[in-house]
């Protein structure tokens, strides 16, 4: 990009056109090793063969219990964790397998939104210098055309560009995020990686952020894939949510449609399980549906699908099998997938239960 000494002008993150696909993984498998050799030292399954799919625009939740394997899979995406097993391919390009330049194409085009606005900012820079320094690190545009990019990143955040000589511990945690998400749009790329980025927030805060990331989304056209334990947040935020259960994925689809029919019985258990303060607009999943025993330990899941240790409608095939993504029955729509044996009884007993949608 040629310097200039005016300021940058937002264009659009990205010349994909809506619907293509600009980000995919293929059968990732990723696993960690604990302890410091010999007998104590244990593997430990964090991702084990998800495949999913980003297009340019759209915005993609991902929810599920801790430890099921949500921020691996982000790293993943990113370049800050490798696969063992898998692809990832940006813009059609294989990058896990890629040369240099290629691997620095996704570093641009995909950024991430961390978790912890405490820990993510350098305490010992300015705002100026974090927000800057992914343009520093790619040589883009003079020292001058740096700090009006910056300025012009903070107003598009919602922060006073006069901020910038101030350093992090100076501001609250929904700044510090702002300031993070910030300097992911430094290099106006097409997807941004968000890892939780309002579960150390309170709760007015979290609505803030998100209305931040929204806004961005209609604004540059990027594309979000976001992570998040707050299944409401999820619900306001993405076109399409999957739930991860033990580093797989158990459902996937429009959100309108896991939301109101979830067709896995643990995504059912899930969504009966989140608060919602005014009930009568609940809708289907108003009871409580209680599962039984604790989440099987990921050094050791259990054969078959992983959920049949706590599943109210485990079988013998569940136990052996191991469940494929596929459509609940020929009446559902395409764009839904469940990995589940008997996903058409789950939807049965669920309007059983709770009344059809």
Request: hydrophobic share 40%; net charge positive.
């Amino acid at each position: 990009m040629p310097a200039t000494s005016s300021p940058h002008t937002p264009q659009p993150a990205g010349t994909a056109p809506p619907g293509e696909v600009v980000l995919e993984a293929r059968d990732l498998v990723k696993t960690f090793t604990t302890g410091r050799g010999g007998l104590s030292r244990t593997r430990v399954s964090s991702v084990d063969g998800i495949s999913l799919s980003l297009r340019a625009g759209e915005s993609l939740g991902i929810v599920g219990e801790s430890g099921c394997g949500k921020s691996t899979l982000a790293r993943m995406l990113v370049g800050l964790e490798v696969p063992d097993l898998g692809s990832i391919s940006y813009r059609g390009h294989d990058v896990t397998a890629a040369r240099r330049g290629d691997r620095r194409l996704l570093r641009r085009g995909v950024q991430m939104v961390f978790q912890d606005p405490y820990t993510s900012l350098d305490p010992r820079m300015t705002v100026l210098e974090i927000v800057g320094e992914p343009l520093t690190a790619s040589r883009t545009g003079t020292r001058a055309w740096r700090r009006e990019r910056v300025a012009e990143l903070l107003s598009l955040v919602g922060l006073a560009p006069d901020l910038m000589e101030r350093y992090p511990h100076q501001f609250s945690g929904g700044q510090r995020q702002r300031i993070g998400i910030a300097r992911a749009l430094a290099l106006e790329p097409e997807v941004l990686v968000c890892d939780e980025p309002v579960s150390a927030l309170d709760v007015s805060v979290q609505a803030q952020v998100v209305n931040v990331l929204r806004d961005l989304q209609r604004r540059l056209g990027v594309t979000l894939l976001f992570i998040a334990h707050d299944l409401s947040v999820v619900r306001h935020v993405a076109d399409r949510v999957a739930v991860m259960y033990l580093g797989r994925i158990a459902e996937i689809g429009p959100t309108a449609t896991v939301y109101e029919a979830p067709a896995h019985p643990y995504t059912q258990a899930l969504l009966s399980a989140s608060p919602v303060v005014d009930r009568a607009r609940r809708g289907r999943m108003a009871a409580r549906i209680v599962l039984d025993g604790d989440p099987p330990s990921p050094t050791s899941p259990p054969p078959g699908c992983r959920f049949h240790t706590r599943c109210r409608m485990a079988r013998d095939d569940c136990r052996t099998d191991v469940p494929s993504l596929r459509r609940p029955s020929e009446a559902q729509e395409r764009a839904r997938l469940a990995a589940c044996h008997h996903a058409e009884d789950a939807l049965t007993r669920l309007e059983d239960v709770f009344g059809p949608a």
